[in-house]
């Protein structure tokens, strides 16, 4: 796990590509079906959602996860529980930021329906941010991470 803000940056940098991608994908394939030309609009939007998830976690819900991780629980306690706790914190903290953020951007002929495409947004990603970022992305992320920078 990073331990200066060097790596940190390049591990937010990275778990952003991977979660936002992802996240971005599946919103696609929901809205229009699946097909491989969401692969490309994912790719597309990736640049404006990557950078937008990136200013929020590395400067803001990431130090949130972290005081609240250790508000509950022992820096003592085993990492990987450490690890787990900090990644549901996050999720819950980005998936309503970031549908809110998605439905803002792409549902703009609806304005009048914001906050109910929002809440339904935010709804149908929670479960697929959480068991994407447990049980794909946090572990693809951390495995790339290490193989990065060896020493830790």
Known sequence: ???TKL???IYTIIMVIVMVYAMVFYNIINMEGPSNHAFLMALKELPIMGLIAFILEFFLIGKIAHKITFKIMNPKDKP???TITISCIIVAFMCPIMSLIGSLLFNYNEAENIIINWLNLAIKNFP???FWQLF???PLVRLIFKHIFKSN
């Open 7 to 9: 790596e940190d940056f």
């Open 136 to 138: 794909y992305a946090g």
């Open 80 to 82: 990987i529980f450490i």
């Open 128 to 130: 697929m941010a959480l």
């Open 1 to 3: 796990m990073p331990k």
